[in-house]
């Protein structure tokens, strides 16, 4: 170890929000010449924590000390002040502008009044030749490659030599070499004393690049220390907490008979890597995998809302398999997107005219004008037999409750008949009756006869439901288990460490 004493310490955070605890006397500490690993499952808090230090979110309560001075950081402006760096795991990147601008962004060096483009090429050929990358500071970033676009992110954030670099999610979307190009950077930044607070969901990682590590889980720290004393068992164990009685609301799975879809070799360069897969009728899928890990992006790309580079799709039609593509599967599927207000629901509209979306063609009368008796009938039906709470089917979507938005979204679907149910965080930022209900209904859809995928980042959630597990680690199938699997068993399965020693 480098250090006696911490250079970054963030002592009692606590953020509350209305009905919600995010943090609750949360630490954190990080050393000069050291990188700290902040580990916690989806939604234990690390993006509260990071956004407080960076000054994006204000605290509550608690101190953030730099070099044991207390200091206050109330926005990014101050974070940057004091030396705090992050790069961020989406590349926030202009790509029509060159690299020395985007390095730049809102803060080019000015020479009076106007731009000092000479002093801003030559400080970003400094840092890239520092970074040892081979394109130039006058380069376009649109003609970069991702890997290539992470070291423009990076050099962002080195341009201002920090003291304190916040490293998010940064191997998501890089090939092995790239990894071991980054790995390079921060040993090279630990040398030239830097902290490092490096965030992960990928177990193997941590140990190659951190001196220590910090867990987090339920806006707590329940862990914290030098990262020898820690096995990925222990990490794993402290981020899930101990094992709990889940109720399983699945009752036992349907029998096999042939699968209602197949899915081989379906590939997507930099993101989904020759998948595979076979779904049946009558039984629940949990797609589980960590953030990053390419769950969304193959779910989006079986139903053709995002590109498929390779891959052969055959969906079951008269007894046989036939080969068909993203747009026929996406026909015959009730997709709920992870983003209900964003892409689910139009939300100046009633919600009548929400429920009746997918059903248009079956609404017209013989003038090819849609028939509002008919359209009225069906919003009636859905609200009754989804308990939508509403003071009329005329009412805004936009002003209902987001459990009620979400029971709109899945009757669109529902109206519709279709064999496959694709559900992306279905109870995402609902309250607890309306996740029970949510799922309650997902099973239900299986037990009529439905095929449904699910992904949820509540792990509990997901195996409350499921009849069997699809896992996802960095855009690969990995490995699939049955609904008697463990949360310690789910965990590793998607954690990048195989060996079991849950067993010892």
């Known amino acids: 170890m480098t250090s006696v004493a911490p250079f970054l310490r963030l002592a009692g955070i606590s953020k509350r929000y209305p009905g919600v605890t995010a943090l609750e006397d949360t630490h954190l500490e990080a050393y000069r010449g050291e990188a700290v690993a902040l580990m916690g499952a989806n939604g234990a808090g690390k993006s509260t924590l990071m956004n407080i230090l960076g000054g994006v979110v204000s605290k509550d309560a608690g101190a953030i000390l730099l070099d044991g001075s207390a200091v206050d950081i109330d926005s990014p402006r101050d974070a940057a002040v004091y030396g705090i760096a992050f790069v961020h795991q989406e590349l926030n990147m202009l790509p029509s502008m060159t690299v020395a601008e985007n390095v730049f962004a809102n803060s080019y060096p000015m020479r009076g009044p106007l731009v000092d483009h000479e002093r801003m090429v030559s400080l970003t050929r400094k840092v890239l030749g520092r970074l040892g990358c081979s394109f130039d500071a006058k380069d376009k970033v649109e003609n970069l490659g991702t890997g290539d676009r992470q070291m423009v992110e990076i050099a962002r954030a080195l341009v201002r030599d920090p003291r304190v670099v916040i490293f998010d999610e940064p191997t998501s979307s890089l090939t092995d070499r790239e990894k071991r190009r980054l790995f390079q950077i921060i040993d090279a930044l630990k040398r030239d004393g830097v902290a490092i607070i490096y965030i992960t969901h990928f177990l193997d990682e941590i140990f190659t690049v951190c001196e220590r590590v910090a867990v987090m889980r339920n806006g707590r720290t329940v862990g914290m220390g030098v990262i020898g004393d820690f096995s990925t068992a222990d990490v794993v164990q402290l981020m899930i907490g101990e094992a709990e009685v889940r109720e399983r609301l699945a009752g036992p799975a349907a029998a096999r008979a042939q699968p209602v879809l197949t899915a081989e070799g379906v590939t997507r360069r930099g993101v989904l890597h020759d998948i595979s897969l076979d779904l049946y009728a009558g039984e629940v899928v949990g797609l589980w995998g960590l953030l990053g890990s390419g769950r969304t992006e193959l779910v989006r790309a079986l139903v053709g809302l995002d590109p498929m580079d390779a891959g052969t799709l055959r969906l079951r039609r008269a007894g046989e398999l036939v080969s068909v593509t993203p747009a026929e599967i996406h026909r015959e599927t009730g997709f709920v997107t992870e983003d209900r207000r964003g892409e689910g629901l139009l939300l100046p509209l009633s919600v009548e005219a929400n429920l009746s979306l997918a059903s248009l063609l079956q609404l017209l009368n013989p003038f090819r004008l849609i028939d509002r008796g008919k359209e009225g009938a069906l919003a009636e039906d859905s609200i009754a037999r989804l308990k939508v709470k509403v003071a009329s089917r005329a009412q805004s979507v936009g002003t209902l409750s987001g459990?009620?938005?979400?029971?709109?979204?899945?009757?669109?679907?529902?109206?519709?008949?279709?064999?496959?149910?694709?559900?992306?965080?279905?109870?995402?930022?609902?309250?607890?009756?309306?996740?029970?209900?949510?799922?309650?209904?997902?099973?239900?859809?299986?037990?009529?006869g439905a095929t449904v995928l699910i992904i949820s980042s509540e792990l509990e959630e997901i195996m409350s439901v499921s009849d069997r597990y699809l896992l996802m680690s960095r855009g690969r199938i990995v490995g699939e288990l049955p609904a008697a699997a463990t949360r310690e068993e789910l965990m590793r399965g998607v954690s990048g460490e195989v060996a079991a020693e849950f067993a010892a």
């Open 403 to 448: 459990g009620n938005q979400q029971k709109v979204v899945l009757g669109r679907w529902l109206a519709t008949r279709p064999r496959l149910f694709f559900l992306d965080e279905p109870t995402r930022g609902l309250d607890v009756g309306a996740k029970a209900e949510i799922l309650k209904l997902t099973v239900e859809l299986a037990q009529a």
